[in-house]
Every structure is written in C-alpha cells, then in structure tokens.
C-alpha cells in the first residue's frame, strides 16, 4: 500500500518521513518525523486547516440558539456537541432531564456511535489492516465486509434521523429535552435493523480479533467518564488511570491548553504539560466492566482483556463499543414508553454551566457564561482530538522509532497508521485559535 501524498528526503546520515496530506482522516492534517542517525530527532503532527471561531461567535448568542450551532462543528459527531452544551445550559438552570427523556438522549447518541464508529472501522482505518489503499479496494475484493458496513453505518443514521430529526446536524435536542419526543411506535420500527445490525458487530469484532496488529505499547494516562451505573455517554465523573476523579465542573483544575506555532488547534495537557490520551482505548480501559453483556462476551471470544495499551488495537474497542451501543439501544427502545411531555420546564438565569459527554473520539468539554438576559457572554469548547495531539505526537515518535529498518514507504504508511488510530477530527479541533499580540 503506498503512502497518500508523501515526500521522503534522504541525506547523509538523516531521513525525513513527511506525508502533506493525510488521508482517511476527516479534516486537513499533515505530519513530518525527522531522523538523524537513527534517531528520531523530531516529530510533528500538524493541523492547519483554518479555525473556524465557534467559541467566539457564540458570544452574544441566545442559549436556545446554542445548541443547534454546536451541532455545525462536526457532521460525524453533532450529538456529542449537543449533549455537550445542553448539558452545560442546564446545570446553569437546575434543569435535570431524567425517565423516558434522558433514555431517548442515550438512544441519539447511541445512533451516533454506531454510525461514527462503522464509519472510521470499515473504511478509514481496517484498509490499513488489510493492505489496501482506500474502501473501494476493499469493495472490489470483498464487497459483502463493505455492504455490512454500510448497513450498520445506515442504521446509527436512521436511529439519529428518527430522534434528532435528520441524520446530519440533528434539530430536535434543544435545553430541557427535545422539541418532539419520538413516539414508541417510531422507534420500535427500529428494532429489526438493530438487531440485523447487532449479529453483524459481534462478527465483526471476531473478524477484527483475527487481523494482524503492530506490536506496540504506549503507557499513557487515559481520561474518560465514569458513570456508577453504565458505560458512559452523556453523564459521569472526569477519571484517569493515574487516580483523577473529579466532577466534570473542575475540568480547568486539571486540564489546560496551549498553543504550538505548527498547528492552528490547541494542545491539552494534564497536570502542568503531561500528554493524555482519551477515546475507545480510554473509556475501554476505566469502564470495561460496565459493558454489555454481549459485548464483554465478545471480548472474551478474542481473548481481549483490558487493560489494552496497544494504539492500533483501538479498531477492536470501537467494534465492543459498537456492539455496546446497539445492545443499548434494543434495551433502551424494548422498555421505551412515549413521555407525556417533551421537555422539562424550568427558567433561564444567569451563570455559568459545565458538560461533558463520550463523543466517538472521546471527552468533549463544555463551559458557557449567561448573562441575566440568557445571552451566552463566554464559552470554551475543548474536542477529544485537541486532547489527542501530544498523544499522536508521541506515538509517532515511538512507532517511527521501533520500525527504522523499514523502507521509508512502508514507514511513512506506519506512521499515518499510528495518526488514524486515534479517528481525528481536525475540523472539530480548529474551531478556535487565541491572537497574541506581540
């Protein structure tokens, strides 16, 4: 398989693996590793799309409006942006969403993951497994992996088309509830997509069990949300493997960013600078055990037990967590009763609110200010792949490392290998970018 728009340059003594282009990532991204005796000197995971200013153009924008606008950032993940701010607006109003609303909350964002997770296991990341250049390829050779893939991918779109409205950028969720609640009748229509859908993510966690992976281990400090009761998405607690456990408002205690002059998104780190690493891996590692029942199963099949600090194996726990979300959302729809209301009342007031939910990619921060006339005066967003870029950066530097006795070709393919691991989504990451003044 060759590389997607890469130019090695070879002198004396040093080699430069730089790929302008990725591909198979959603979004504009680059990367460029340099070498100088067989040492890997320097190492660059560059993200220079343009920033797109959400943060900033929130500003001055009423809190009805908010959660509709987030939704623009991303059109894989809008749930996660929506769950995100509606959960921040409403613990600024005291609103708790509970009973058939909050289970048709979990039923969307399942619809998300299910669809996101398809999408980046069969035909952004599993060509890199089987040699192949793109899904087409794959189509060609094996066309019955690639129609399964898009009927599970069909299904996550369906669930989020018949609760947020449409499947892309959803209009339903609003603060307090949804515009509409989705009647029982729509969704047990559901049901047998969803279970078709199910038999084909258990397979397909056997099939990917079965695939050759890099030897690799990255011990990393991994965050996610744990909730006491199940597998998080929308609620929890901030913990990490290196003994955080904090609630989701002490975020910025914890977690800052920074800027870097090689990427219009922002760094976070951990902790005064520690690289972090949230997503599959994170959440697989911290909350295994509040799995599906099916879906721990599977994991045994494979003999797939946690903790897994293998990169490249993250394919396998978002095929667990997509047999997780469909398994979630047959119960979810099966005990589903219609709600009498649609939304939970409440009045708005000034203050400030926090959220954040499981986005596909990982953690999704949150944090809006309200003035007394419900106009958004703040807002800081923070995305799963700005959390990701040290981790990316340091992954490279380790697989670029361990693998120097290849050709430069089939090491610059490594190396973007070790960047889709982690699903980027650079339009999510550049939404905003701080001027300095000098």
Request: glycine share 6%; proline share 6%; with cysteine.
């Amino acid at each position: 398989m060759e590389a997607n728009n890469a130019t090695m340059t070879v002198k004396p003594g040093q080699r430069s693996i730089k790929v302008d282009m990725l591909a198979r990532v959603e979004g504009e991204g680059a990367l460029t590793v340099k070498i100088s005796n067989g040492v890997v000197q320097d190492v660059q995971f560059k993200i220079f799309e343009p920033p797109r200013f959400f943060e900033g153009f929130l500003r001055g924008r009423d809190y009805r409006e908010v959660p509709d606008i987030t939704a623009r950032i991303c059109g894989i993940c809008p749930v996660a942006y929506q769950m995100s701010s509606v959960h921040a607006l409403e613990a600024i109003f005291g609103v708790r969403v509970d009973g058939a609303l909050r289970d048709l909350r979990r039923l969307l964002y399942c619809g998300e993951w299910i669809e996101s997770h398809a999408l980046h296991i069969f035909m952004l990341h599993a060509p890199d497994f089987l040699g192949y250049n793109d899904v087409i390829e794959i189509a060609r050779d094996h066309p019955d992996i690639v129609k399964q893939a898009l009927f599970l991918k069909k299904t996550g779109n369906e669930l989020m088309r018949v609760i947020g409205g449409r499947e892309i950028h959803p209009i339903n969720v609003r603060v307090g509830g949804f515009y509409r609640a989705t009647t029982r009748a729509e969704l047990t229509a559901l049901l047998d997509s969803l279970k078709a859908s199910l038999d084909i993510a258990v397979n397909s966690v056997r099939w990917l069990g079965g695939l050759p992976m890099p030897d690799f281990q990255q011990d990393t400090e991994y965050v996610a949300l744990r909730h006491p009761d199940e597998y998080p998405m929308n609620e929890g607690r901030i913990v990490s493997t290196g003994g955080i456990d904090i609630p989701v408002e002490a975020y910025e205690q914890r977690f800052t960013e920074e800027h870097v002059a090689y990427s219009t998104a922002l760094h976070a780190t951990v902790d005064g600078g520690q690289r972090y690493a949230v997503g599959p891996l994170a959440r697989y590692n911290l909350n295994h055990d509040l799995l599906s029942p099916l879906a721990q199963e599977a994991a045994r099949d494979i003999h797939f037990a946690p903790p897994c600090l293998n990169p490249f194996q993250s394919i396998i726990v978002r095929a667990l967590e997509t047999v997780y979300a469909l398994e979630e959302a047959i119960r979810l729809i099966e005990n589903y009763r219609t709600p009498e209301q649609a939304a939970v009342p409440f009045e708005p007031r000034a203050g400030t609110g926090y959220g954040c939910t499981e986005a596909p990619r990982g953690i999704l921060y949150h944090r809006y200010t309200l003035d007394d006339a419900g106009l958004v005066t703040d807002a800081k967003i923070v995305p799963p792949t700005a959390q990701n870029q040290k981790m990316i950066e340091s992954d490279l530097r380790q697989v670029a490392a361990a693998n120097l006795d290849l050709p430069d070709d089939r090491l610059t393919v490594r190396c973007e290998q070790a960047v889709r691991n982690y699903d980027p989504c650079i339009s999510c990451s550049t939404h905003f970018l701080k001027l300095i003044r000098v």
